[in-house]
């Protein structure tokens, strides 16, 4: 019975991670095989290699129905002869905008509170921890409660920058917060106050600028979050340009198996495209301030 | 004379408190400095707090108790009178719970290998492991859904698999859109949040009574059961109850395989079917019942605080 563990504890152990690990990968990587399939009915996708199915998606290609894939609108126009005109597909930009402007909220709210939590001792100190690092509502409960308390403006941009940037707070908090949490944050406060800046400089300029990777880390949890957000959306969204969530479900509910493959591997994409930029850019942009 | 007295108990208090906010408006001390300056730092939380979720909050309380269904007017309990008395809604929230709890012990209890022999044993491309486990962390549910369609969907993957060796019709072996469909579609979501916590928790376990108790002869198994198992407890308590939340929260995995009638699902219904008070009383039901089982785990349990 004792020799059972030794023998056994570890590969059982291995073969569970092993296990799981497929389970979770094996239908990204299928997805990502079959959206460049004509068809799928047997065991594999067959038909190889179409783009079609991306065609479609993107809006390149003609479709229709609710079948029908991205709108594009004109992004900028480029004073290049007559002017040349950018097109973006309609629903990829609006969701980078929407989870870009929770970000930027998530920001100017979830910076300066992990800052009050880790550095200060004040009354209540847990509750504003608590409050500020659960997250209290689920989407569909803030989406009702959205349209019952702003009808007009729940289902505007606005209103989904806004309820992204509620429901997502506390992974921005989570994050910053453990950076500054590794900080000598007094020493740091102290050492700038002595050299003659104010209160409001030394948070600014030094506090936050060091906590660079802490933030970054934050902004790109929150992003990526915002832009797969379903549950809100789906409440409070009303007319218009459909959140990037809202356009994966009706590909996965309407389209051929293959287009929805490439609805959803395009979604794949997004989310590991945007985390090397936003990765990169962070870090830069922070760099030659610092320096 | 009484009033007067009673005005007078009220009035230092009152004082107090002008001045409390006196003090934070024109601080004189580094020590009201100081608190003007948290006060400051919670403000943009706060504003944000009260505008996209106390005032929305309210508003949702209101309407469940309202004797319109479109205005806010008069004051009813008929609403949650429905949800208590109406067998249908018992049945509704039967089986979310039975539902969250069962695919929360799968979860964790896949979750505690997994951490294990990620932070444990050295693996070759852990690093990789890791990524790849938390990849899902960023699907919505909707996605969990399709991957479960890609796999034992009338077209999936293992579904025609098992109908070559069976020789059976596809349709017919067919699992993703039915409850066991949806119990792995759920388990799918909810393994990389649960292996995220343990993860952190594995992180603090003291190696050094470990390494004591295999060099005193215990096998690994007594190690765990011994050693290991009492200083993650914690941890497992705070996934527990976390996972729990996400359960109860899904809701897009429902829109795509709509096989079980819960909560979240039955709320998007009574919306549809603009039946606000009943909605309202359902979602005012379920922000007390997760704010409160939350509170009280995290209070009487040593659970660690955390997403």
Redesign the interface.
């Known amino acids: 019975m004792t020799a059972l563990s030794r023998r056994f504890g570890r590969p059982a152990v291995t073969l569970v991670l092993l296990v799981t690990v497929t389970f979770l990968i094996a239908p990204v990587a299928l997805t990502i095989v079959g959206s460049f399939a004509r068809e799928w009915t047997g065991v594999f996708p067959a038909g190889f290699v179409t783009f079609r199915n991306w065609a479609e998606v993107l809006g390149l290609a003609d479709s229709i129905g609710s079948q029908r894939s991205m709108g594009w609108d004109p992004l900028v126009v480029l004073p290049v002869g007559d002017g040349l005109t950018l097109m973006a597909p309609a629903e990829l930009l609006f969701s980078v905008g929407l989870a870009l402007g929770g970000v930027l909220i998530n920001l100017v709210v979830g910076v300066p509170i992990a800052y009050a939590v880790s550095r200060y001792e004040f009354r209540g100190k847990e509750w504003v921890n608590a409050v500020s690092v659960l997250p209290l509502v689920p989407g569909v409960i803030l989406g009702v409660a959205f349209l019952r308390a702003y009808p007009v403006l729940s289902g505007t941009s606005f209103g989904l920058i806004v309820g992204y940037s509620l429901l997502k707070a506390p992974f921005m908090v989570m994050a910053v917060q453990s950076e500054f949490e590794s900080m000598p944050l007094r020493q740091l406060e102290e050492s700038a106050r002595s050299l003659g800046a104010s209160w409001p400089r030394t948070f600014l300029t030094v506090v936050v600028p060091n906590a660079r990777s802490g933030i970054v880390s934050g902004a790109i949890i929150c992003w990526t979050l915002a832009a797969a957000e379903f549950n809100f959306s789906y409440v409070v969204w009303a007319k218009g340009t459909q959140p990037l969530a809202l356009f994966l479900q009706r590909h996965i509910s309407n389209s051929t198996f293959t287009k929805a493959a490439a609805a959803v591997s395009m979604f794949f994409c997004i989310v590991v495209a945007i985390t090397l930029l936003l990765q990169a850019f962070g870090t830069r942009g922070f760099d030659t301030r610092g320096t | 004379m009484s009033t007067s007295g009673r005005i007078a108990d009220v009035l230092p208090a009152v004082r107090g408190a002008v001045e409390d906010l006196g003090s934070v408006a024109v601080p004189t001390t580094e020590r009201d ?3 003007r ?2 006060a ?6 706060a ?3 009260v ?3 106390v ?3 309210l ?2 309380v ?2 469940s108790v309202s004797v319109e269904r479109f205005e806010t007017v008069g004051f009813t309990l008929s609403a949650y009178r429905t949800l208590v008395t109406d067998p249908y809604y018992r049945r509704v929230a039967f089986n979310t719970l039975w539902f969250a709890a069962l695919t929360t012990l799968v979860s964790v209890a ?1 979750a505690v ?2 951490a ?3 932070e444990k ?1 050295d ?1 070759p491309g852990e690093g990789l ?1 890791v990524t ?2 938390s ?2 962390i ?6 969990a ?7 034992f969907g009338n ?1 999936g ?1 293992l579904t ?2 098992v109908a ?1 060796f069976a020789g059976a019709n596809p349709t017919d072996v067919a699992v993703a859109v039915s409850v066991p469909g949806l119990f792995l579609a759920f388990v ?1 979501s909810m ?2 949040r649960a292996t995220l916590i343990l993860r952190g928790t594995y992180a603090e376990v003291e190696e050094a009574a470990e390494e004591a108790a295999q060099a005193l002869g215990a ?4 190690t765990f059961r011994y050693v290991t198992f009492p200083q993650i407890r914690p941890g497992i308590t705070g996934a527990l109850i976390l996972t729990f ?1 996400t359960g ?2 899904i ?2 995995t429902l ?2 395989i709509q096989t079980l009638l819960v909560w ?1 699902l039955q ?2 219904r009574e ?1 549809s079917a603009g039946a ?1 008070p009943v ?2 009383a359902m ?1 005012t039901v ?2 007390v019942f ?2 409160g089982f ?1 509170a009280l785990g ?1 209070r009487y349990t040593s659970a660690e ?3």
């Open positions: 400095r100081e608190r300056r948290i400051a730092l919670c403000a943009p939380f504003v944000l707090l505008v996209a979720g005032y929305p909050l508003e949702v209101r309407i896949l290998p997994i294990h022999a990620l044993y693996l492991f790849l486990v990849f899902p960023s699907l919505p549910g909707i996605v859904a399709f991957m479960m369609l890609v796999l077209n993957v025609n698999v070559t799918y393994v990389p096998t690994p198994l007594q939340r109860l929260a809701f897009g829109i795509v979240t709320l998007d919306l606000f909605a309202g979602a379920y922000f997760v704010f939350t995290l605080v955390g997403l």
